[in-house]
């Protein structure tokens, strides 16, 4: 009779530990996939940039200027333009991608949006 006691108690504990591992695990999965939001930017309206052709440069291309002189490496670029001028501005929606770049004159980005700027 004490032993059907004992496996029950063992049993018991058990099951309560594998609540708080699934608990744990569910947890951490929310966790993780709220990591991940995808944020585009500028968060309202467009930023203006213009394109400038840093192909002298190791590894580099066509890049997007920003007003404060930083630089934007985008990703996709030939999904929306089909010929490159060199100092053209255009309007951006972009969202960051954390990706390695050998050209580094700034962050890698994935273009949402793109409108050429008229003059």
Do not use: H, R
Not at 1 to 21: A, C, H, P, R, T
């Amino acid at each position: 009779m004490q032993q059907l006691v004992i496996i029950d108690q063992i049993i018991n504990f058990i099951q309560n530990k594998m609540k708080v591992l699934w608990l744990f695990g569910a947890l951490s999965i929310m966790i993780a996939l709220s990591c991940q939001k995808e944020e585009i930017f500028p968060k309202t309206g467009y930023e203006e940039v213009t394109l400038k052709n840093l192909t002298g440069l190791d590894c580099c291309g066509f890049v997007f200027q920003k007003s404060d002189s930083t630089c934007l490496e985008p990703t996709n670029l030939g999904q929306y333009l089909d010929t490159f001028i060199d100092g053209k501005k255009y309007l951006i929606k972009y969202k960051l991608e954390y990706k390695a770049s050998c050209c580094m004159v700034g962050p890698m980005i994935a273009i949402i949006e793109l409108v050429a700027v008229s003059k």
